[in-house]
């Protein structure tokens, strides 16, 4: 079974400030990893895929196996990164599995 | 926006009564899935389908059930609604190597 976890459910930050929301995983296969954002009355949209890795929005994520983690950075948190971040796994057949989210509130 | 959309917004029904959600895509995208969204509990997934006629159960699907007759529909029926299904659901649509790409929610309320 596919288990994604995110121990923070609230994230208060300053602008300015760095900001990581952390994502762990369990699967024992090979995973595809991603990170969903949701802005107030908007719906989920992509934010990163770990099969791409680049920068959104200036953040970032690294995929680590050995830790199961894919925890997502913004060195320098804005005010319009408040938002619900979602991590998510996709295992084989497609099936998708989120994380709780993390609430991320910036501060000015 | 892909081409995605759920119906109906928001509905508000009695214990006891069925309700069906429907979720449209025009993307011809093969895999389709129904979430629930609740406060601390994030995004679980209810059903999703793999093809037409093919369904697999998600962790939370006790008291669902979904369909699939056609490629752009994939309904999800509450049998006899319970107010613990009280929540906004969410329809999701991918395809083999795409992002998912999400409906708007449909915001249910059962009293």
């Known amino acids: 079974a596919q288990r994604v976890t995110q121990p923070e459910k609230l994230l208060s930050v300053f602008k300015g400030a760095p900001v990581e929301l952390k994502c762990n995983y369990s699967?024992?296969?090979?995973?595809?990893l991603f990170w969903y954002v949701q802005y107030s009355r908007q719906r989920l949209q992509l934010l990163l895929r770990h099969i791409s890795r680049e920068s959104i929005k200036g953040f970032t994520a690294d995929l680590n196996k050995g830790e199961t983690s894919f925890h997502l950075k913004k060195p320098f948190a804005q005010e319009e990164d408040s938002a619900m971040y979602y991590c998510a796994l996709r295992a084989a057949g497609n099936k998708l599995t989120f994380g709780g989210g993390t609430r991320v509130l910036v501060k000015p | 926006d892909a081409g995605i959309t759920q119906s109906p917004r928001h509905k508000v029904t009695e214990t006891g009564t069925p309700v069906t959600l429907r979720c449209h895509q025009t993307e011809n995208h093969r895999y389709m899935y129904w979430y629930r969204q609740d406060p601390g509990h994030g995004l679980r997934l209810i059903h999703y389908s793999y093809g037409v006629k093919d369904t697999d159960k998600g962790e939370v699907s006790d008291g669902y059930s979904v369909s699939r007759s056609k490629t752009e529909d994939f309904l999800l029926t509450l049998e006899s609604a319970t107010s613990s299904q009280t929540s906004v659901y969410f329809c999701a649509i991918s395809g083999v190597n795409t992002e998912a790409f999400f409906g708007q929610g449909t915001r249910l309320t059962v009293v």
């Open positions: 699967y024992s296969g090979s995973p595809e």
